[in-house]
């Protein structure tokens, strides 16, 4: 499994950026997928995530109605809209996938269930 993510950069307040995460090596229709984050010394914070069917989401009170998470299956790459970014969004952020059926329970933004992660792409968000 590789998972492998691109798009982070420099935005103002109020702007906007799309994450990529290419995967590879799983298929979508059985893994769940999620996008989280990580300032540096603090514990990384879940963000996002979609079931493996794609018809369950879920997203962290910080972000909920600012960001959205899909997937485009023929290209084998999930997506982090991000829309109205703040400072506090400042962060590393990663894509990870579990064949668990995380995203549909309690532990769906939570570090534990997934095994597969990318390497990280970062975004800052500053005047």
């Known amino acids: 499994v590789q998972l492998v993510e691109t798009g982070g950069g420099l935005v103002q307040p109020g702007g906007s950026l799309r994450l990529s995460c290419e995967v590879s090596?799983?298929?979508?229709?059985?893994?769940?997928v999620a996008w989280f984050r990580q300032v540096s010394g603090r514990k990384r914070e879940g963000v996002a995530c979609?079931?493996?069917?794609?018809?369950?989401?879920k997203y962290a009170d910080s972000v909920f109605g600012r960001f959205t998470i899909s997937k485009d299956t023929d290209k084998d790459t999930i997506y982090l809209q991000m829309n109205k970014l703040e400072p506090e969004d400042t962060a590393v952020y990663y894509c990870?996938?579990?064949?668990?059926?995380?995203?549909?329970?309690?532990?769906?933004?939570?570090?534990?269930?997934?095994?597969?992660w990318g390497q990280g792409t970062q975004v800052t968000v500053s005047a």
């Open positions: 979609m079931s493996e069917t794609g018809d369950s989401m």
């Open positions: 090596g799983f298929t979508f229709g059985d893994w769940n």
């Open positions: 990870a996938a579990t064949i668990a059926p995380a995203c549909g329970g309690p532990w769906a933004l939570v570090e534990g269930p997934y095994g597969d």
